[in-house]
């Protein structure tokens, strides 16, 4: 399982908050693919980097270090990777001080092999090697190939404070586990992520604490499994689960925002969903990733839930959180889906009714218990179609969810200048939807909570007017 991939970031370039190259010896330029872990992952390379002398460019042809931190949980994301090596290449021609390195799920999923294939390559270090990557690019200098691919059981870089990426100073990203236990067939991310390891509860806390004192207004909470959280304090001889953590961040002013990500549906406790309900500050959203809506194809995905399963917790979810925002992730064209399997899954979407959903089609990845157990069977043709039909249903879905916001009010939290256009902001209601409205409205800045009317919307956004406070 993974935290949500937001394609629109994708190659994003790391540019620090404050871009102050000033005092370090050299540079390095950092891009990164993949879901949010990843990116958050790059904000903590970036302060052990700056620990070691080298400030961030936005621009690769200047920099001393080129890094690609990278995903390898479709096959497309992998051949994003190697074109984007064989551009960097080029320019090492011309500068062959230049050091290359592969970071991330791609790394460690092709270890050395990386340094035989792709003969550009200066280092390559897996998710739980940062730590080691001054003494890697040491080696690397001397003209050795440099690579720590190992995985740790315990690695959560709890201590390293994150150098925020220039999102837009409102809304950040605080990792608390990482790796994961489930064994879900289609997917690589046990293999390159590693087991389950919680973080210091203290420490999240803390981060959270000093990014509200920074200005923050929201803290999303990552992990591959947020809700398999599970740590001990021993100080004072205490278990934190992930509703305990939950409630702790939400403590720690109302001001604060708290979103997480991701869930598994089997994990999401009721304990969870009342201790949103008691906090207003927690958002009322839930990415639910379901994969499929037919039983067999769940059980052949090892996600150990069935269908009416699945259905009864969204059930519950709309119970105990009225008007909670949902998401998900869903899978077409997986070993052996049927057209009857398709339809269960084009059902299922109606029944939830999920505002959003991120959808892919099935891309075998070596090494996956789907790989050695069953046959990648369904011709890309089919699978694609499958995926046209659950993405068309999605955009209906999406509309007609964001319809029935029309004539309501919603507070917003204001994130910056809407995409479009400079005399509007942008901000988020609680649902997660995205909510334009006009500067001309008041006087807000980012980071102030604005209550907007929707008069109108697309499929992606919701439009409004502020209302007078
Ligand atoms: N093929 C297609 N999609 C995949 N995902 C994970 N592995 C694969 C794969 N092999 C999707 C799942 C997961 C999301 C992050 O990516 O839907 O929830
Ligand atoms: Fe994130 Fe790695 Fe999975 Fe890609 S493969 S989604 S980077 S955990």
């Not at 934190?240 to 961040?249: D, M, P, Q």
């Not at 969870?272 to 906090?279: D, F, K, N």
């Amino acid at each position: 399982m993974g935290t949500s991939h937001d394609e629109g970031r994708q190659g994003e370039a790391y540019v620090p908050l404050v871009l102050n190259s000033e005092g370090y010896r050299k540079k390095f330029y950092i891009e990164s693919y993949g879901c949010a872990m990843n990116f958050s992952d790059s904000e903590i390379v970036a302060s052990i980097l700056n620990d070691n002398g080298f400030g961030a460019t936005r621009n690769f042809e200047e920099a001393d270090l080129v890094l690609l931190n990278t995903c390898s949980i479709r096959e497309k994301a992998e051949q994003t990777v190697r074109s984007r090596l064989h551009i960097f290449r080029q320019v090492k021609r011309s500068r062959p001080g230049m050091l290359i390195g592969v970071l991330g799920c791609m790394a460690e999923r092709l270890k050395e092999k990386f340094l035989q294939e792709e003969r550009l390559v200066d280092m390559v270090v897996g998710p739980d090697a940062y730590r080691t990557l001054p003494a890697l690019i040491e080696e690397a200098g001397t003209g050795q190939k440099a690579v720590n691919v190992l995985l740790s059981r315990e690695e959560t870089y709890a201590d390293i404070s994150p150098v925020r990426l220039d999102s837009n100073g409102v809304a950040a990203f605080v990792s608390i586990m990482r790796g994961c236990n489930n064994m879900c067939s289609f997917c690589v991310v046990p293999f390159t992520r590693g087991r389950e390891r919680s973080r210091d509860a203290v420490s999240i806390v803390r981060e959270c604490q000093d990014l509200f004192a920074g200005g923050y207004r929201e803290v999303t909470l990552l992990g591959q499994n947020v809700d398999s959280y599970y740590w001990i304090d021993e100080s004072a001889d205490l278990v934190v689960t992930f509703a305990s953590l939950l409630e702790k961040v939400a403590s720690i002013d109302p001001l604060l925002r708290v979103r997480f990500s991701t869930s598994h549906p089997k994990d999401i406790t009721d304990e969870v969903l009342y201790t949103m309900a008691r906090h207003e500050n927690i958002c009322r959203y839930i990415h639910l990733p379901v994969q499929s809506g037919s039983t067999r194809i769940l059980q052949l995905m090892n996600r150990t839930y069935t269908r009416e399963w699945y259905l009864a917790k969204i059930d519950r979810i709309k119970t105990i959180l009225p008007g909670c925002g949902l998401s998900t992730d869903i899978i077409t064209g997986f070993c052996s889906e049927t057209e009857e399997d398709h339809q269960d899954t084009l059902s299922l979407m109606k029944y939830a009714r999920y505002d959003m959903s991120y959808m892919f089609f099935y891309s075998e990845r070596p090494g996956t218990l789907a790989a050695r157990r069953y046959k990648d069977d369904i011709p890309e043709e089919t699978k694609r179609r499958r995926l046209d039909e659950v993405v068309k249903l999605q955009n209906r879905l999406s509309l007609e969810s964001n319809r029935e916001d029309i004539g309501k009010t919603f507070e917003i939290l204001v994130e910056g200048d809407s995409k479009k256009s400079a005399e509007d902001w942008r901000g988020r209601n609680t649902q997660n939807k995205v909510v334009i409205f006009p500067k001309a409205d008041g006087s807000y800045q980012k980071g102030d909570y604005v209550r907007v009317k929707v008069e109108d919307c697309t499929g992606a956004t919701l439009i409004g007017r502020a209302l007078l406070h």
